[in-house]
């Protein structure tokens, strides 16, 4: 079974390691976004390895669409359809169900909603969503929830919450049951809790109490980086993470900037995951540690030098060039947006090595301090 140690902590930052029937990951740790079993900019599993990845995420709700969890289970799980061998977590389909549908109702039962690639009508409650998480194998499922915007009134958040715990009790039950069936891919199958509650810290924080009796393998927060500013983000972690259980992985989700990530680690957060840098990535805008770079400028059009000195990232230490990089996106060539995105998850993936090192040493206040600043800086 899974197991969560706490190796050491300097205020309520925490440095953990978290093992499980996929391997052990060391925490605070990012979570390299492959949402169709796929890094968007033509990464494979062999490249997540190379940039030192250690857990990557897929989408319940896009693999049930295509090309189906049933597939991936006949093609024996997510690890084996995708030749990734370290942890995935998968999430329950539960925002794309409330942000991409536009069409949907919403029961107790769970939700109806149409299909965003061909229109078909889906229904996914808690139950559908541990059942195509169970044959998809990850090792971490996310409970179904409701994301409501964080900009939600009162009433609607309070009543939407409490559907969530609902649904979490069910999503519990149907797991165990799941787990327990003969041919279960991933019969060891971790499930964590979300909290939700829009930017009402006394509503995340009666939910947390609630969702921590539970005893489940991690829990999450939610519905932030929606909306509200990053100020009222680090307003609600500072007053719900207190209520969640400190021996358990704690997940930001959807969160965020490399600064949204400093701030969140020294709010006690191990786990994150975010489309920034894969996206802007796409887009040419590459992260160094003296701010952003965006190659697509005139400016770099002569620029021998590589995205970053001293930069670990195979791009980086292959010498190509700013100038190399820029031609292939001015001319739509798909190595550059290899390049890019391969740099730019590198960038995180070493970002949090970084944390855990200033972890480990007892100088991640230091750390923290020097490093916004540093990244509030302009490119060169």
């Known amino acids: 079974m899974a197991e969560y140690r706490i ?59 295509r090309p189906g969890d049933e597939v991936v289970r006949d093609m024996g799980g997510l690890h084996r359809f995708m030749r990734w061998d370290r942890p995935i977590l998968t999430d329950s389909g539960g925002f794309q169900v409330f942000s991409l549908a536009d069409l949907r109702k919403i029961k ?58 609902r649904w979490l009790v069910r999503c519990k039950e149907e797991m165990a049951r ?17 909290n939700q509650g829009a930017v009402y810290k006394d509503i ?47 997940y930001l989700m959807g969160v965020g900037t490399p600064q949204n990530i400093i701030e969140g680690v020294y709010r006690g957060i191990d786990f994150f995951d975010c489309v920034y840098p894969s996206r802007n990535g796409r887009h040419g805008n590459l992260y160094t540690d003296r701010g952003t770079v ?7 059009e002569r620029d021998p030098r590589p995205i970053q000195e001293g930069c670990g990232c195979p791009v980086c230490r292959a ?6 990089i820029r031609h292939l996106l001015k001319a739509d060539e798909a190595l550059g947006l290899r390049f890019c995105v391969m740099h730019n998850l590198y960038f995180y993936n070493h970002l949090m090595e970084e944390i855990r090192e200033a972890l480990d040493q007892g100088t991640f206040e230091a750390y923290r301090k020097q490093k916004l600043e540093a990244l509030d800086q302009g490119a060169e």
Do not use: W
């Open 178 to 194: 799941l787990n327990a069936l003969p041919g279960t891919v991933n019969p060891q199958q971790l499930l964590f809790g979300i």
């Open 294 to 300: 965006r190659i697509r400028r005139a400016q770099y």
């Open 108 to 165: 107790e039962e769970g939700v109806t909603f149409h299909s965003h690639v061909d229109g078909r009508i889906i229904f996914m409650g808690p139950e559908q969503s541990m059942q195509i998480q169970s044959n998809l194998g990850s090792t971490i499922a996310m409970a179904f929830d409701e994301c409501p915007s964080s900009r939600a009134d009162r009433t609607y958040t309070k009543d939407s919450v409490e559907r969530t715990t």
């Open 319 to 324: 010498g190509y060039s700013r100038a190399y």
């Open 204 to 250: 995340r924080i009666e939910h947390a109490d609630r969702i921590s009796e539970l005893e489940l393998d991690g829990y999450a927060v939610g519905g932030l980086a929606v909306g509200e500013t990053h100020e009222e983000m680090y307003d609600v972690l500072d007053a719900v993470v207190p209520h969640l259980p400190k021996e358990k992985p704690t």
């Open 7 to 65: 190796l050491k902590t300097e205020g309520r930052a925490k440095r953990a390691r978290f093992q499980t029937v996929h391997g052990t990951v060391e925490t605070p740790v990012f979570m390299n976004v492959a949402t169709a079993a796929a890094i968007k900019g033509g990464l494979s599993a062999q490249d997540l390895r190379s940039i030192r990845t250690q857990v990557a995420l897929c989408n319940t709700y896009h693999l049930h669409v």
